[in-house]
């Protein structure tokens, strides 16, 4: 069931999610096609010519705040960057190819508030397709990311902290990275993040507080790697020094990949409503080194064992509450932690404290 504070945050989306990308008046538009684009204002050209990047970046550099830019047309940007400036609302309605460009994001807004990007169709193999760091109130839509590489949405790791930032449904094949990684959020609302044939993580949230995510449904994720369909990391849900419950996830699927659900690197303050874990390539769930995690119920069918473990350089898991169907694989508890609490039933050899 999923938790009332996720769907009241999930449906606050609403104000931007219009009948169809495009709809309605846009304030400025790209149209055309090959090697012909037009960028108008209203009634005005802001450019014409074979430039995909530049009919997308004048027309978005003509409106101002609280106004929106509707791309039409398809075409590739190449190894560059379109910049979202604050206040802005960005469609990208047609399909956007786009390069490599080293360290950089295809489209980016940074040190920006109030931006969207309701719609967005992304092809290529970026170096990440969208970056963002600074952000306040940031809102991505239904974004889909059909990739042959590179890493989707990041949110930089050294750079200046985001606030309330929502997304609906973010959509993600082919990526050679991550589907989304965070940094530095407070306040951070998802719908859902789907992942199919990624190589790294479907989500992964790193020092990211007060979260609320809906469903994270990962098929192929993470093969032959570390990585998970969900992953916490690197402090994920610490708040004011502590771990009371601030993470919470209503869903998580994974099938076939590498893991299911990693808690990793002092992370923890979670709260897991159901799982549906089968025949992950690596561990169904590893919580290693995590304080206050809740998974409350669901089912692992075969693939990797459920484990708890712990590195020497950090503080061992306590506080952990596991409460699953476990059937074809086994459960592991090694070295026992702290106020540890399982409530299991299935078929699964139990090695636990």
């Not at 802005?88 to 508030?113: H, M, P, W, Y």
């Not at 990797?304 to 350089?313: F, K, M, W």
């Amino acid at each position: 069931m999923v938790q009332p504070s996720i769907v009241a945050a999930v449906l606050a989306l609403a104000p931007f999610a219009y009948a169809q990308c495009g709809a309605g008046t846009p304030d400025a538009k790209v149209t055309g096609s090959g090697n012909s684009f037009t960028a108008t204002k209203g009634s005005s050209t802001v450019y014409t010519g074979s430039d995909y990047r530049a009919a997308i970046q004048a027309a978005l550099d003509s409106i101002s705040s609280g106004q929106r830019v509707s791309v039409m047309a398809s075409g590739s940007l190449g190894a560059n960057t379109i910049s979202i400036a604050s206040g802005k609302i960005f469609e990208g309605c047609g399909t956007i190819n786009v390069g490599n460009k080293a360290g950089r994001g295809a489209i980016e807004s940074l040190d920006t508030q109030g931006t969207q990007i309701p719609y967005l169709t992304m092809t290529g193999n970026p170096y990440f397709g969208l970056r963002f760091y600074g952000t306040r109130g940031l809102v991505l839509g239904k974004i889909n990311l059909n990739l042959s590489g590179g890493l989707g949405i990041r949110f930089e790791r050294d750079k200046a902290a985001n606030s309330n930032v929502k997304m609906d449904t973010i959509t993600c094949t082919g990526a050679g990275s991550h589907c989304v990684e965070t940094w530095n959020i407070d306040t951070l609302t998802i719908n859902s993040v789907i992942a199919r044939d990624v190589k790294e993580c479907g989500l992964l949230l790193q020092k990211t507080t007060n979260a609320r995510v809906g469903l994270v449904d990962g098929n192929n994720v993470a093969a032959g790697t570390g990585y998970a369909t969900l992953r916490f990391a690197n402090e994920n849900g610490k708040l004011n020094g502590g771990y009371n419950t601030n993470v919470y996830v209503d869903k998580v699927v994974s099938r076939g990949g590498g893991r299911g659900i990693f808690c990793v690197s002092q992370s923890g303050g979670a709260q897991i409503g159901t799982v549906d874990l089968a025949n992950n390539g690596n561990n169904a769930i590893l919580i290693e080194n995590c304080y206050n995690v809740n998974i409350r119920g669901g089912t692992v069918n075969g693939g990797g064992e459920v484990r708890l473990a712990a590195r020497s350089e950090f503080a061992n898991n306590r506080d952990i509450s596991i409460n699953l169907k476990v059937d074809g694989t086994t459960v592991r508890e090694s070295p026992c932690g702290q106020n540890i609490r399982w409530t299991l039933s299935g078929n699964a050899k139990r090695t636990i404290c």
